[in-house]
């Protein structure tokens, strides 16, 4: 199972992304087993240089990326080939292994981020729409 999801800075709440893909961070329950360990979270920072930070990351299969616009230029992080504002000339910014499935961040202000959950191993490039042509492209590899 993916999840995803949109948070503003310091808000105790999670709106979606998207309807089909709403998802909501479960508050701790005191019956939670011990045993259970919280999903590792890897946060990326997107820039005033137009960058993420880092730019490339390895994770592991189940594994949540948070990106966080650490600007105040809006920005997406966007794993969907067809969404790709250049798509017929450079159709290689935008890439996802067989069988996973695309995302889209929408755009975030500053103190925004949004969280994907990588469940199928790979390589996947991503972008941010209104700055592809400007270099804010990003690379994760999700082993499993």
Excluded at 99 to 110: H, K, R
Aim: glycine letters at 8%; one cysteine or more.
């Amino acid at each position: 199972m993916r999840s995803s999801h949109l948070a503003a800075a310091g808000a105790g709440t999670h709106a979606a992304a998207g309807a089909a893909h709403q998802a909501a961070t479960p508050a701790a329950s005191p019956a939670a087993s011990p045993a259970a360990s919280p999903v590792p979270v890897v946060t990326v920072k997107m820039t005033t240089q137009l960058r993420f930070d880092p730019a490339e990351l390895t994770i592991k299969r189940g594994e949540t990326v948070a990106w966080v616009n650490a600007s105040p230029i809006p920005h997406t992080a966007t794993g969907d080939p067809d969404k790709n504002p250049v798509k017929e000339t450079r159709p290689e910014l935008a890439r996802l292994p067989p069988g996973a499935e695309p995302w889209d961040s929408g755009l975030l202000n500053e103190g925004q981020s949004f969280s994907h959950t990588f469940t199928v191993a790979g390589e996947y490039k991503y972008f941010c729409i209104p700055h592809v042509l400007s270099g804010m492209l990003g690379t994760i590899t999700v082993e499993a």
